[in-house]
Every structure is written in C-alpha cells, then in structure tokens.
C-alpha cells in the first residue's frame, strides 16, 4: 500500500499543481489556450485514476479490512473513491472533460445584454439591487438568464453523458455515484432537507410575507404582482436588503480587502500572503464570480474576486479567505493525499463560518469604528436579515438538491418547467408569464459542481455547530450574543487545532465529533436562526 502511495503521488502531485495553474490561467484570462491546457491535464490526471488493475488492486485491499493505521486507511479510501469516480473508459471521458470545458469557456465569456447592450453581472447586481423601474428590472433579470439558453443543450448531453459514466460502474445514475463517493448517503440528505423544509414552512412564510409588503411597496405596486426580477438576485437566494438599513452604506467608503486582511490577523489566522498572490479586480474576460484556489498544497493559496465596496463581496471575500485559510493551515507533515479539507462541506463550513460577520453588528462596529448607536441601529434589523437569510437559503437549497436529483434521474423530462415547479414550491416565487426559457441552466453549479449543493448546507449546519461549540466550549459564554471574534486568537487557536491543520485525517464526521464531541446535527442551526 505504502508503494502504491509513494508511486501514485510521484505520477498525480506535479501534474495537479500544473492543471491547477492552468485553471487559474484560465479563469484570470479567458483565454482559449489556458482552458485548453487545462482539459488536457485535466484528463492526463482522469487517465491514472482511470486504471483498471489498479482499482482492482485498490478494492481488494480495501475489502481485505488489513490497513489498520489510521493514515493509510485513510488515504486508502481517498483513493479508493477517487479511482471508482474515474472507471469510465476513456472515450467516453475525453467527450466528459470536452463537453465540461467547453460549457465553462462559453459561460465565462458570455455576456448578457440589455437592449443590444453588454452587461456584466457586476451591472446586473447593481440594477437588481438600486433600480425601482420595473421593465428595466426585468430587463436586467432576464439578461442573467441569457446564459442559459446559450449553453442548456451541452450541459443536458453532459448529464447523459455522467449517467451513462455511472451506469457502467453499477449506479443507477450519476447523483447517486457522486453521493456516495462523496462519503455521504442519500437517504441521510433527504431527511435532512425533509426536516429543514418541515421546520421552516412558517416562519419562510411570514418572512416573505413581510418582504414582499415592503418590495411592492417600494416598486409602487401590488404584492400580488411581484415577478422573479423584484428580489433583488437572479435566483433570489440573498435576502434583498430592503428593512430599514442599507448594509452597503456602510462599506462604500471603506476597503472590504484591507478589513478582510485586518480581521483574519486579529484572529491568528493571517491572510497577507494569500492576498499578494491573489486577483481581485473586475476585468474583462475574467471569470466573473469568485473562488478560493490552491496551487500545490504546499502554500500556494490564492483567491479570485471581482471585489467592490460593498456588503455582498464583504461577506464574498470573507468566504473565499474561509476555504483559503482552511488549504494554508493544513498540516504540510501529513501525506499530500490527506492535505485535504475533510470533506468539500466543511470547507464551505470554515468559509461560512466567516463570511456570516459581514452583516454581524457587532463585528461592524468593531472593524469599521461606529458609534453604539449605529450599532444598536444595525442590530435591530441585521438580526432579521441573518435569519432570513438562512431560513431563505434553506429553501433555496431544497430547489437546487430535489431539481439537480431529478435532472439526473430523467434528464429528458420537461426541465424548465420542473424548475418553476420547485421554485414555487419551496421559494414561493412566480415564474414568469410567457413560454418557459433555460434560466436555470445560468446556475454555473449544474456544470461545474454537480450533485454538490447540498454540500452548502450541510456547510451551514457545521457553521452552526462550531460557533455554538466555540461560544459554549472554548469562549466560555453563556450565549453568543455581541460575538464578534474580533481580535481573538482563541478563535484561530481552535480552529487552526482542531479542524483546519487535521485536513483529511479523519473521516468528515469523526472529525466533527473530534472537535465538538458530537456527530454533524441540524440542532444548532434551527436554534440559531429558525426558532
Ligand atoms: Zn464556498
């Protein structure tokens, strides 16, 4: 096992970091060339995970039960899954990474237009946020969409293409095989959402009762007539900032980097050097969201953002720092293969975990200098805002799992509709009038991270849990309120301890158990913010 290992990483480690390289490229550029090189070592990589024997070799090991050192199981099963994704034989996988890369190129390079107009999405949050005349809102909602449209007969053949890759090595379809070699199980998931949706059909309902008062109210029409583009974000998945207080105000004039740098200091988790590496800034033919990137597990992190002064791409590069951090602390003495997060959910859980103080009272007043009384002002409504803002996302969540579980049960059912389906029936959102378009398919995700939101929320429900351990277990406080961890190095201490240095180490859960005594559970979560 120890010279497989030894060969394998000899073969995977310098060919990663260079696909890795050539990703960034890419998405700083634009440029045909990069993305081309990045399929090609892409799919040298698939190549070696593609080898028969060698799973075969894997498999045998593995149901022999005879690795008993926790490192080598560990790296056993990393293995293990990673060769199963990858037995797919090589024609059909070369169409897979052509067909993945081709969607990403055309979606980077895709801009919607308005009247003729090119827009950015930059542009396209701005008018969703700030613009009252309706028509353009519309305008501007159905340009985020274009995309869709653009790209939804590639990205169904790339599903048909992972179903037919997963029927070949005995699932039944392609979500299936990514959530169990994702060391997850589909039942689990379900009852997870099941119980989420249960426990916040009320309180969702009040929430976007009051919400859509104040919307029409504030487009001067009727809350009866409010359409997918009054909310403020293409898939109304943020809470439209509309009680009372504009968050943005208090950014505009501030540096979200220079607060980021300062802030993950204060809590002895230092981010100055991923930032020197980073690309930050709006350009054109530049990938147009953001991501957290690691170059070679060995210190080469960096993020990519498209950042402006406000509250959104606050809370943005607090998250991207999040996953950032998680890949820089991991222990560099661990085997190369366990120089991993856990598991992607916990990731996201580090990167929410922060990304949350963006609309946290008492952390702005703390970083930007307010006075109590502003304070006070924000803490009245950014309450609201944070609980809506995750009984929203649960919802939100329970649209893009139960649709992605459905696309690829049947990808050849009527898509768009089934879509508008669950919208309206988890976000109580109306689709619009007219013939149905593939807006849906302007969600990245389907193509770039498929079968994996889930993964967000169970990256919330881990948020949850550690906050409530670190108040509770390493703070010391009896409730977390007016907790900012503003300057307070117990924080990173404990996380660096516990979460962030172990990396793959152990299995997900025996990883939270090992850092709150207790399996992953919704319980925090609904205290929090559901209630
Ligand atoms: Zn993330």
């Known amino acids: ?112 237009t308005i009247d003729g ?30 995309v869709g449209d653009a790209i939804v007969d590639d990205l169904i053949q790339l599903v048909k293409l992972r179903n037919e890759a997963a029927r070949k090595v005995g699932f039944d379809n392609y979500h299936t095989l990514s959530i169990v070699t994702g060391e997850q199980n589909i039942k689990e998931l379900d009852d997870i959402f099941k119980e989420l949706c ?89 990938y147009p969201h953001a991501f957290s990137f690691e170059a070679d597990r060995d210190g080469d992190v960096r993020i990519l953002c498209n950042l402006q002064n406000t509250e959104r791409w606050m809370e943005t590069i607090l998250h991207e720092l999040g996953h950032a951090i998680y890949s820089k602390y991991h222990d560099r003495g661990e085997p190369w293969l366990l120089r991993e997060p856990a598991h992607s959910f916990t990731t996201e859980a580090i990167a929410m975990f922060f990304g949350r ?68 029936k988890y976000q109580f959102v109306k689709r619009p009038p007219g013939p149905v378009d593939a807006g849906w398919a302007s969600k990245l995700h389907f193509t770039t991270a498929p079968c994996y939101y889930h993964n967000y929320m169970l990256g919330e429900l881990l948020a949850s849990q550690l906050h409530n351990h670190i108040v509770q277990k390493v703070l010391m406080l009896e409730s977390d309120e007016g907790v900012s961890y503003v300057g307070d190095r117990r924080v990173g201490d404990y996380l660096r301890r516990k979460v962030l240095q172990p990396g793959a180490l152990y299995h997900w859960n025996e990883m939270i158990m090992r850092a709150t005594g207790e399996p992953l559970t919704p319980k925090y979560f609904v205290e929090q913010f559901i209630k």
């Open 1 to 112: 096992m120890e010279q497989f290992i030894d060969i394998h990483i000899a073969k995977v480690e310098p060919l990663t970091t260079q696909a890795n390289l050539a990703y960034w490229d890419a998405s700083t550029t634009g440029k045909p060339e990069d993305y081309e090189r990045f399929n090609n070592l892409q799919l040298e990589i698939r190549r070696i995970y593609h080898n028969p024997q060698e799973f075969a070799f894997l498999k045998e090991i593995k149901e022999s039960g005879q690795v008993g050192d926790v490192r080598l199981a560990r790296q056993l099963d990393k293995l293990y899954y990673a060769y199963l994704r990858n037995q797919i034989e090589p024609e059909l996988l070369e169409k897979l990474v052509d067909l993945d890369g081709r969607i990403q190129e055309k979606y980077n390079t895709f801009r919607g």
């Open 117 to 146: 107009q090119k827009v950015t999405m930059s542009d396209i949050y701005t008018i969703l946020t700030t613009e009252k005349d309706c028509h353009k809102r519309e305008l501007a909602w159905r340009a985020s969409k274009q």
């Open 198 to 286: 249960a426990l916040t059909n009320e309180s969702f309902a009040q929430l976007k009762k009051e919400l859509d008062q104040v919307l029409a109210e504030s487009y001067g029409i009727a809350p009866e007539d409010l359409m997918p583009w009054h909310y403020h974000d293409p898939f109304f998945q943020r809470t439209p900032l509309v009680y009372d207080l504009d968050l943005d105000i208090y950014y505009k004039d501030e540096d979200v980097k220079e607060l980021a740098e300062r802030y993950y200091a204060g809590v002895g988790l230092p981010v100055d050097d991923i930032l020197a590496r980073s690309d930050l800034y709006d350009r054109e033919g530049k």
């Open 357 to 424: 103080l963006s609309r946290n009272a008492k952390w702005m007043q703390q970083m930007l200098g307010l006075p109590d009384e502003q304070r006070a002002k924000i803490e009245k409504v950014s309450e609201k805002y944070l609980q809506y803002q995750q009984v929203l996302f649960v919802r939100w969540a329970a649209v893009m799992y139960n649709f992605e579980k459905q696309l690829y049960a049947d990808p050849e059912q009527d898509l768009n509709t089934l879509w508008w389906d669950l919208v309206e």
